[in-house]
T-cell receptor, first 116, second 111 residues
């Protein structure tokens, strides 16, 4: 069974369109994330959710709206897509460890978004 | 904020040992992680250090010095399949304890 799964794996769309990426984890983790990896391979945190509640919202345009219907799912909706949104988007999840911090994050396989 | 530096690229020979360094300057620190990422794939967890010293896991070891803001990942008995990017990530101590990643070191293992 896949621990963190996201769909679709590839997404090609035109500027101005609205698209969604879905993510599900079956690890029982309380915390889920969206990361963006650009062409220079930098992985940057976008959002962090804990038990369906938004914890972190980095400086991401409000065209990006995450939705967490339950703690096993964190979807990402993007409105009015722009060329600069082309990147690989990774969903991840983790759980609090015994030290009060979050243990390692498990990543989904990524969604390669290409805006044309 | 967090500033994490690691070399962009390294090359090593099959069977050799390679050390990938990572330096960080952070406003808060609650652990350092190393991830491996093969081209076109997801990052996968390799190691975690929260206290100073060396953590060994088979062919891979990771070292941390919190006073120096320094870590390294040591890969022994290199194999061709070790060709990948290695990402250093620092866990903050703020709400969410989020991971901040360095730019990654692309390691090429040659025969």
């Amino acid at each position: 069974d896949t621990a963190v799964s996201q769909t679709p794996k590839y997404l090609v769309t035109q500027m101005g369109n609205d698209k969604s990426i879905k993510c599900e984890q079956n690890l029982g983790h309380d915390t889920m994330y969206w990361y963006k990896q650009d062409s220079k391979k930098f992985l940057k945190i976008m959002f962090s959710y804990n038990n369906k509640e938004l914890i972190i919202n980095e400086t991401v345009p409000n065209r990006f709206s995450p939705k967490s219907p339950d703690k096993a799912h964190l979807n990402l909706h993007i409105n009015s897509l722009e060329l600069g949104d082309s990147a690989v988007y990774f969903c991840a999840s983790s759980q609090y460890d015994g030290t009060g911090g979050l243990a390692e994050a498990f990543f989904g396989q990524g969604t390669r978004l290409t805006v044309v | 904020g967090q500033n994490i530096d690691q070399p962009t690229e390294m090359t090593a020979t099959e069977g050799a040992i390679v050390q990938i360094n990572c330096t960080y300057q952070t406003s808060g620190f609650n652990g350092l992680f190393w991830y491996q990422q093969h081209a076109g794939e997801a990052p996968t967890f390799l190691s975690y250090n929260v206290l100073d010293g060396l953590e060994e896991k088979g062919r891979f070891s990771s070292f941390l010095s919190r006073s120096k803001g320094y870590s390294y990942l040591l890969l022994k008995e290199l194999q061709m399949k070790d060709s990948a990017s290695y990402l250093c990530a620092v866990r903050g101590d703020n709400a969410g304890n989020m991971l901040t990643f360095g730019g990654g070191t692309r390691l090429m293992v040659k025969p």
